[in-house]
C-alpha cells in the first residue's frame, strides 16, 4: 500500500535548539472547513503537498495540493479514471460528482475511461458538441436567463440558488440535447432529487437517476427514427472512420453531458454571484464596464472567479497503475489519488497574490477545468453560461445584495464539488 505519513514529533523545545514546528493542520470536512477550505489547502500547500487523506467515507487517498503536481498528476497516464484499478469497499461513492451511476449502470462514460475508449468516445463527441453548436447557442441562453429573472425581478428578494443558479444550466442543456420544452421540468425535478438528496436516503437518488436514464433511451430511440438539429441526433449522426456510438454509449454520454454540466454550473453562477457582491470594488468594477459597453472584464472575470472560488474542489478519482512518484511522494499501484483543485488555484508559486480576486487577473491559467485529456468537453457552455448570467443579473438588478450575513450561509458539504445551498439576495424591485 502506501506511504503512511510520518507521525508528527512532540513539539520541539525552543530552549533546546529544535526548528519550530509547523502549525497544526486545520481540520478537514468540518463545517468551517466547508465553508473556507482555503487556509487547510495552504497548509497541505506548504508542509504535505501530497497527503496520505482518510475521507469521510472512510476511504483512503493522496490529496494533491501544489499546482505544478496537480497539472502533472492531470496529464500523467499512469493515472486511470477507471476504478477497476482500485478495489473500492461498497461504501465508497461519488467518483465523479454523480451519484448513483453505478446503479443505474452508467459507467462506461468519460470521466470514468482510459484511452483509447476515452480517445474515441472524445472524438465522436467533439464531432457533435462544437464550438460553434454553442455559439449560435447564445440568444437562447440569453433569452433563458431573462425568464429566470423576470420570474423574481419584481419581488425584490430572491434565492439566487433555488430561483436563478439551479434552473438555467438544466434548462440550457435540456435544449442543447433536443428534449422537448414539455420533458423539461420533468428532467428540472429528477435532477434536482439527486443533487438536493445527495446526502439521504440512497434510493431516492438511484430512482432519479434510473428515471432520467430511462427517458434518455426513450428520447434517444425516438430521434434515431427522427432526427434533428439537436446534439443528441448529432451524437447519434457523429462518425470517425465509419464508427459511431452504440446506443449504450449516447445515453451515457448525454446523462454524462447533463450531469457534468448541471451541478458545476449553478456553482460557477452561485460561488462567482456570492464573490462578487462580498468584493463590492471588483463587482463596481465590472458593473461599470458593463455599463460602458464592454465585455472584456467579464471574461476575465469568469475565469478569475473560477480559478478563486470554482465550482470544482477536487478533480474526479483517478487511481495509479503502477508505483509512481508524485510531488516526491511514493504511491503505490492501486493508490487512488485526488488533485484538489481549489488548492493547486491558489498556489502562490504560480499566482501572484492568489488570495486576492482580480477580475482582470490575465496570467491565469487555472485549473478550474481540468487539464489533459479529461478537460472539460463543456468549458464552451459553462463559459457562456457564467457570463450570461452574471451580466444579465448585474445589469438588470444593479443594486443586488446580499440578504444574509455571510458567514450564515451555508456550504454543501460534498467531497467534489464546492458550492453554497441557499444564496438569499435583495434588491430593487424592477418595474
Ligand atoms: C463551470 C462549469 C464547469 C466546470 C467548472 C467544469 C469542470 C470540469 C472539470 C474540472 C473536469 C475534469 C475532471 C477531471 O479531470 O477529473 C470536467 C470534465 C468534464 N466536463 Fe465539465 N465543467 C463545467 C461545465 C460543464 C458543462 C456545461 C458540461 C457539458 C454540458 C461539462 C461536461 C464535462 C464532461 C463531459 C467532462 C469529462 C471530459 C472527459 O473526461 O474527457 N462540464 N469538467
Given at each position: 500500500m502506501h506511504d503512511q505519513p510520518a507521525t508528527p514529533a512532540a513539539p520541539a523545545c525552543p530552549h533546546a535548539g529544535g526548528a519550530p514546528l509547523p502549525p497544526p493542520m486545520p481540520e478537514l470536512f468540518t463545517w468551517e472547513f466547508a465553508s473556507d477550505p482555503y487556509p487547510a489547502y495552504a497548509w497541505m500547500r506548504e508542509h504535505e503537498p501530497v497527503r496520505w487523506?482518510?475521507?469521510?467515507?472512510?476511504?483512503?487517498?493522496?490529496?494533491v495540493t501544489r499546482?505544478?503536481?496537480?497539472?502533472?498528476?492531470l496529464a500523467d497516464q499512469r493515472l486511470s479514471k477507471n476504478p477497476v484499478h482500485h478495489d473500492e469497499p461498497e461504501h465508497a461513492r461519488g467518483r465523479t460528482g454523480i451519484p448513483g451511476e453505478r446503479s443505474a449502470g452508467l459507467m462506461t462514460h468519460l470521466l470514468n475511461i482510459d484511452p483509447p475508449d476515452h480517445t474515441r468516445l472524445r472524438r465522436l463527441v467533439s464531432k457533435a458538441f462544437t464550438p460553434r453548436r454553442v455559439a449560435e447557442f447564445e440568444p437562447r441562453v440569453r433569452e433563458l436567463t431573462d425568464r429566470l429573472i423576470d420570474g423574481f425581478a419584481a419581488k425584490g428578494e430572491a434565492d439566487l440558488i433555488h430561483d436563478f443558479a439551479f434552473p438555467l444550466p438544466i434548462y440550457a442543456i435540456c435544449d442543447l440535447l433536443g428534449v422537448p420544452p414539455e420533458d423539461q421540468d420533468d428532467l428540472r425535478d429528477w435532477a434536482g432529487m439527486m443533487i438536493r438528496h445527495g446526502k439521504g436516503p440512497r434510493?431516492?437518488?438511484?430512482?432519479?437517476v434510473k428515471k432520467i436514464r430511462g427517458y434518455l433511451a426513450e428520447l434517444i430511440h425516438r430521434k434515431r427514427l427522427d432526427d434533428g438539429d439537436d446534439l443528441i441526433s448529432g451524437l447519434i449522426r457523429a462518425s470517425d472512420h465509419g464508427e459511431h456510438l452504440t446506443e449504450e454509449e449516447v445515453v451515457a454520454m448525454c446523462f454524462v453531458l447533463l450531469f457534468a454540466g448541471f451541478e458545476t454550473t449553478i456553482n460557477l453562477i452561485g460561488n462567482?454571484?456570492?464573490?462578487?457582491?462580498?468584493?463590492p470594488g471588483e463587482r463596481q468594477r465590472l458593473q461599470d464596464s458593463l455599463a460602458a459597453g464592454e465585455t472584456g472584464l467579464l471574461a476575465t472575470g469568469v475565469e478569475e472567479l473560477l480559478r478563486y472560488d470554482g465550482p470544482v474542489e477536487l478533480a474526479t478519482w483517478r487511481y495509479a497503475t503502477e508505483p509512481l512518484v508524485?510531488?516526491?511522494?511514493?504511491?503505490?499501484?492501486?493508490?487512488?489519488?485526488?488533485v484538489v483543485l481549489a488548492a493547486a488555484d491558489r498556489d502562490p508559486e504560480r499566482f501572484g497574490a492568489p488570495d486576492v480576486l482580480d477580475l482582470s487577473r490575465r496570467d491565469n491559467q487555472h485549473l478550474g477545468y481540468g487539464h489533459g485529456i479529461h478537460y472539460c468537453v463543456g468549458a464552451p457552455l459553462a463559459?457562456?453560461?457564467?457570463?450570461t448570467a452574471l451580466a444579465r443579473l448585474l445589469t438588470r438588478l444593479p443594486?443586488?445584495?446580499l440578504a444574509a450575513d455571510p458567514s450564515e450561509l451555508r456550504w454543501r458539504g460534498g467531497l467534489i464539488m464546492r458550492g453554497l445551498r441557499t444564496l438569499p439576495v435583495e434588491f430593487t424591485p424592477e418595474g
Open positions: 487523506t482518510e475521507l469521510p467515507s472512510g476511504v483512503g487517498a493522496w490529496l499546482y505544478g503536481d496537480a497539472r502533472e498528476a434510493g431516492g437518488v438511484a430512482r432519479s462567482g454571484t456570492f464573490q462578487l457582491l462580498t468584493h508524485l510531488g516526491g511522494q511514493r504511491v503505490a499501484a492501486g493508490d487512488p489519488v485526488l463559459r457562456l453560461e457564467g457570463q443594486d443586488l445584495r
